[in-house]
């Protein structure tokens, strides 16, 4: 069985196809999590075509019923959180915010309209996404809590 090579492209670069985003994707979200009540694996996400990244076209690609309720929040807001370094840190959370700085960049670099949803209530599936070269939802995906 042969192995097959991983494509490593810069951050400063886009990536020119979809199967070759997701690779990155994967690797920039490895061992991250997202804080909230409970701490929760980041994975990537790959939707379908879309026409705009919305609140119904999000539930309609998660197969959420329509009337679910949904909250639409900035990209940038959200990350601001997870990239700022604060002056307690240490190397593991300096390291951290890195890899939160280089995932944002990377999804800014690739996918276009990114947006953050929250579904649920109490128990939240947290998408953030956009829209890549070919017109699909891409992005990652994970869960919080909020009570």
Same mark, same amino acid.
């Given at each position: 069985?042969?192995?097959?090579?991983?494509?490593?492209?810069?951050?400063?670069?886009?990536?020119?196809?979809?199967?070759?985003?997701?690779?990155?994707?994967?690797?920039?979200?490895?061992?991250?999590?997202?804080?909230?009540?409970?701490?929760?694996?980041?994975?990537? @996400?790959?939707?379908?075509?879309?026409?705009?990244?919305?609140?119904?076209?999000?539930?309609?690609?998660?197969?959420?019923?329509?009337?679910?309720?949904?909250?639409?929040?900035? @990209?940038?807001?959200? @990350?601001?959180?997870?990239?700022?370094?604060?002056?307690?840190?240490?190397?593991?959370?300096?390291?951290?915010?890195?890899?939160?700085?280089?995932?944002?960049?990377?999804?800014?670099?690739?996918?276009?309209?990114?947006?953050?949803?929250?579904?649920?209530?109490?128990?939240?599936?947290?998408? @953030?996404?956009?829209?890549?070269?070919?017109?699909?939802?891409?992005?990652?995906?994970?869960?919080?809590?909020?009570?």
């Amino acid at each position: 069985m042969r192995k097959r090579k991983r494509k490593i492209v810069k951050l400063s670069e886009t990536v020119s196809n979809q199967d070759d985003l997701l690779e990155q994707i994967k690797n920039a979200s490895e061992g991250l999590y997202y804080i909230s009540e409970t701490d929760a694996e980041i994975t990537p @996400f790959v939707g379908g075509g879309a026409e705009s990244v919305s609140k119904e076209e999000i539930l309609r690609q998660t197969k959420n019923a329509l009337d679910t309720p949904i909250e639409e929040r900035d @990209f940038t807001e959200i @990350f601001k959180r997870l990239t700022k370094i604060q002056d307690w840190y240490g190397e593991d959370e300096t390291a951290t915010t890195a890899k939160y700085a280089a995932l944002k960049e990377l999804l800014e670099k690739n996918l276009k309209d990114l947006k953050v949803f929250k579904i649920g209530t109490i128990e939240l599936d947290v998408y @953030f996404v956009g829209l890549n070269a070919e017109g699909v939802l891409m992005g990652i995906k994970t869960k919080a809590v909020e009570t």
